[in-house]
């Protein structure tokens, strides 16, 4: 009897499916809009509440300053009657007469060299004081007594002595970021851990193996506190100081627009130096967590 063509011979069959590849299932990635909705969500959530609330400061503002007998203006004003200098920054009529990219400019080079002089010797003299006893029982008094006069102070003593607002006003940069720097290094020299220290005498480190390998990479955190809290420090004493040493500089564009009565020049000097105030804050903090980044603290 004839077996009916429909039926499968097992014994044949299974060798057949034993021998067939096998499949490796990939895990499906999620679709490229997927994650540009994402990101644009993760951006909206950061963006949009300061953008609100700025947006109601100003309203206020152009509110309150709109009034007949205001004595400040309000923004629609401010952006009409500075419009030329928003536009046309670049411009050099010689003189001090330039527009603010060369009066930020100038005093950003003099912030940049005074607040890298200070960071050398802040993080030099913290790790001294916060690795010697001595040293910090001769030394941190006299930080403190000196830490607390303030950055104009030191003003007409640097003249003085360096007799030229140039040198002056980067000396007055260094000696106001210089004390947060030393303070918050020697802080996290004395925070290291005994551990770090014990294996660091096992595998007989040399002083300047255990500087760079253990000393400077455990009290990272505590200096970039310091170097973020000096280079505000620094962008406070330069505008400050410009106002008096005259010259190209935003503290004497915004000294010397008050003497003129440009209220709305000095607005917008002020919010240029907020901006970069904060972009300046935000570097040094972005820096510190490439260079923190795996440490014990962080």
Not at 77 to 91: A, M, Q, Y
Not at 199 to 207: D, H, R, T
Not at 219 to 240: D, E, K, N
Not at 281 to 297: E, F, P
Request: charged letters at 15%.
């Amino acid at each position: 009897m004839n077996m009916p063509a429909t039926k499968i011979d097992l014994e044949t069959a299974m060798p057949a499916a034993a021998a067939a590849p096998v499949v490796a299932m990939t895990p499906k990635r999620p679709p490229r809009t997927e994650a540009y909705a994402r990101m644009a969500r993760e951006t909206a959530v950061r963006m949009i509440p300061p953008l609100v609330v700025i947006a109601l400061l100003t309203l206020v503002w152009e509110l309150i300053c709109r009034r007949a007998g205001s004595a400040l203006p309000p923004p629609s004003r401010v952006f009409k009657d500075t419009k030329e200098l928003i536009l046309d920054p670049f411009f050099d009529h010689g003189g001090i007469d330039k527009g603010l990219f060369w009066h930020l400019s100038a005093s950003l080079q003099r912030v940049a060299f005074g607040y890298s002089l200070s960071a050398i010797a802040g993080i030099a003299l913290g790790v001294l004081v916060g690795q010697s006893v001595w040293a910090m029982r001769g030394l941190d008094p006299l930080f403190q007594v000196l830490r607390t006069i303030p950055p104009l102070a030191w003003l007409p003593l640097s003249l003085a002595a360096f007799r030229d607002g140039q040198p002056s006003a980067i000396f007055v940069i260094f000696i106001t970021s210089i004390w947060p720097i030393i303070i918050n290094t020697a802080v996290g020299i004395r925070n290291i851990p005994q551990d770090y220290r014990n294996v660091a005498a096992v595998v007989q480190l040399n002083p300047l193996e255990f500087f760079s390998k253990i000393m400077i990479p455990a009290a990272a955190p505590y200096i970039f506190t310091g170097l973020r809290i000096g280079i505000g420090l620094s962008w406070l004493a330069i505008v400050a100081a410009e106002m008096l040493i005259g010259g190209v500089g935003i503290g004497f564009f915004i000294w010397d627009a008050w003497n003129s009565s440009h209220i709305s020049e000095i607005i917008l000097a002020l919010f240029y130096v907020g901006i970069i105030g904060f972009v300046l804050d935000r570097l040094i903090a972005s820096l510190g967590k490439v260079v923190t980044r795996g440490t014990a603290q962080n």
